[in-house]
């Protein structure tokens, strides 16, 4: 289903990147209902609209920079530098991941835009999922276990997701030393999560469809990266986010009280 849903779209240059092993341990009638959903959210304007809205108060309830825009045609690079740009879409994939109700999941360059060398803008296409709340909360366990450098968290949120068998590819994916530095690489995305299914698949266990989505979402965003070129201080952005979450939801509860 993610195969087909990156051959139907504009991100058919992608569809390569696709581990045969993913629709092994998937499934096929969960994704079916996932790509069904995803094609629904697609076509539903007020409900892309109302995700947009959603995220842009949050973003400013947490302070980031970075706001959403109209689609503008625009290209990010002609204005802003690369670590600039390679950090505001860090920034939001982080934020979406820990505060986040719906993901917008186009993170290609073209979804980016910039005035001037600090202020970029973001119009992603309509591709978004609200995943469940068990779904979302396993994810931001797994990268708050992972850049909070507590284990014993990030082995539970493993678990959780049903990647238990697949903890070494996964840790090789968040990637060794202090992630000051990281170089983004289509080609090692496709290997790593290779790796991932296909421990899962040895060990006979399944994972929950939304993983697509999950995969999407890091699709475009490494397809963006490599595209920029260079390193990048990836736990800087999560340091960012995971500050803005709590700020975006210390204001939430603010407001409802």
């Given at each position: ?23 092994k341990?998937?499934?096929?009638g969960?994704?079916?209902s ?5 094609r ?12 947009r809205a ?12 970075v ?7 625009g ?15 860090l920034?939001l ?40 709340d ?28 049903g990647?238990?068998?697949a903890?070494?590819?996964l ?27 296909r ?18 979402m ?21 340091e ?7 700020r975006?939801?210390?204001?939430g509860?603010e407001?409802?009280?």
């Amino acid at each position: 289903m993610l195969a087909y849903l990156l051959k139907s779209s504009d991100l058919a240059s992608l569809v390569g990147f696709v581990s045969g092993d993913f629709f092994k341990v998937v499934p096929v009638g969960d994704l079916a209902s996932l790509g069904a959903q995803l094609r629904r959210n697609a076509g539903d304007a007020d409900g892309f609209a109302a995700a947009r809205a959603d995220l842009d108060a949050r973003l400013e309830a947490g302070g980031l920079s970075v706001r959403l825009a109209r689609p503008s045609g625009g290209d990010a690079r002609a204005g802003a530098s690369r670590e600039t740009t390679a950090g505001a879409a860090l920034d939001l994939f982080f934020f979406q991941v820990l505060a986040g109700e719906t993901w917008l999941l186009d993170f290609r360059a073209a979804s980016f835009s910039a005035a001037d060398a600090n202020s970029v803008s973001w119009a992603p296409k309509a591709l978004w999922w609200s995943p469940s709340d068990e779904f979302r909360r396993g994810v931001r366990e797994l990268y708050t276990g992972f850049y909070g450098g507590d284990d014993a968290r990030f082995v539970r949120a493993l678990a959780a997701l049903g990647l238990s068998a697949a903890e070494a590819p996964l840790r090789a994916h968040f990637g060794l030393g202090d992630q000051r530095a990281v170089r983004f690489e289509l080609a090692t995305f496709q290997a790593t999560f290779a790796s991932v299914f296909r421990a899962c698949r040895v060990a006979g266990t399944s994972i929950p469809p939304e993983f697509a989505v999950l995969g999407l979402m890091l699709l475009t965003l490494y397809e963006h990266l490599e595209a920029l070129g260079g390193t990048f201080d990836v736990r800087a952005s999560f340091e960012r986010a995971h500050v803005a979450a709590r700020r975006s939801a210390s204001r939430g509860r603010e407001a409802l009280s």
